[in-house]
């Protein structure tokens, strides 16, 4: 069974600093989709990384993948207060699986 | 082009209760899944449809049930409701399987008393 996990799970962090969400699934895939949830709403597609070594950049966020590692990376560049948000990697297996969510504030 | 549109928003029953939630895909999307979000579980999928046929169910037990219409439009049915039903439940559409990524609309509170 496919399973994605994601670390950390809640994020606190100070304007203008950088740092790395982690997501590392079981099985197979070369899908690995990015997306954000802002408290009451629903989810966003941020990235979408479709082959071994894909780097996407949008903003402050960049993802990449590593297929072989199986590992997916979110890096976040020079955070800002709007960027605060659950993020989550999902991974495409028979349906789509997603990882638990990583809870990011980001504080003045 | 209008997003992914579900109804209600918002909905209380009591256990015992069976509910219907609907789901309207992006015009030209083909593809419905659906997610149920709690805090203690994250998502979870339900199942995916595709031309009518279900292509993908999650392990949730036979009381959830759902179909495709041939206008891909979808609804999801839960009988004999039971707290832990209690969840934000999601839909969302892709132009078909394997074709990504996935459009999420607003979701459905569903409150089980």
């Known amino acids: 069974e496919l399973k994605v996990e994601q670390n950390p799970l809640f994020l606190s962090m100070q304007e203008g600093k950088n740092y790395t969400i982690y997501c590392n699934y079981s099985?197979?895939?070369?899908?690995l989709y990015w997306y954000r949830q802002d408290p009451g709403k629903s989810l966003e597609s941020l990235f979408v990384?479709?082959?071994?070594?894909a780097v996407k950049q949008e903003g402050r966020l960049m993802a990449s993948l590593d297929t072989k590692a199986r590992l997916s990376t979110l890096h976040i560049t020079a955070a800002v207060h709007d960027l605060s948000a659950t993020y989550f990697c999902?991974?495409?297996?028979?349906?789509?699986?997603f990882g638990a969510g990583t809870r990011l504030t980001v504080k003045p | 082009k209008a997003g992914v549109t579900q109804t209600p928003r918002y909905l209380i029953k009591t256990r015992g209760q069976q509910v219907t939630l609907s789901c309207s895909p992006i015009?030209?999307?083909?593809?419905v899944s659906w997610y149920q979000q709690t805090p203690g579980q994250g998502l979870q999928f339900l199942f995916e449809?595709?031309?009518?046929?279900?292509?993908n169910k999650g392990n949730f037990p036979g009381r959830f049930s759902g179909r495709q219409f041939s206008n891909s439009r979808s609804e999801m049915n839960v009988s004999t409701l039971e707290l832990g039903d209690s969840a934000l439940y999601l839909c969302?559409?892709?132009?078909?399987?394997?074709?990504?990524?996935?459009?999420f609309g607003n979701g459905t509170r569903l409150t089980v008393t």
């Open positions: 969302a559409s892709s132009l078909g399987p394997g074709q990504s990524p996935l459009h």
């Open positions: 099985t197979t895939s070369d899908r």
């Open positions: 990384l479709l082959s071994n070594g």
């Open positions: 999902a991974v495409e297996g028979n349906d789509m699986r």
């Open positions: 015009s030209g999307h083909r593809s």
């Open positions: 449809y595709f031309s009518e046929t279900q292509r």
